[in-house]
């Protein structure tokens, strides 16, 4: 779901900025900073879930050492 939500963010934040750039508008400037902004709250958050997987995955260890 949180791919789901980043994949429409950018897609949206994308057709804001194209607009804004054919328009001559300087708000395709705050769009790319946005775009950049969600790039690294991406980045972040697949981080946390490689944490928490390898998290699971020595509990799941540990669990079967202690089931021997």
């Known amino acids: 779901m949180i791919d789901t939500i980043i994949t429409r963010m ?9 607009n804004a750039k ?7 400037h705050d769009m790319d900073e946005l775009r950049t902004l969600l790039d690294m709250l991406e980045r972040e958050l697949d981080a946390e879930l490689a944490k ?3 998290g ?3 509990l799941q260890k540990m669990r079967e050492g202690e089931d021997q």
Not at 10 to 18: N, S
Not at 22 to 28: G, S, Y
């Open 22 to 28: 054919a328009r001559q508008d300087v708000l395709h």
């Open 10 to 18: 950018r897609r949206k934040i994308d057709i804001i900025r194209q």
């Open 56 to 58: 699971l995955e020595a």
């Open 52 to 54: 928490v997987e390898s």
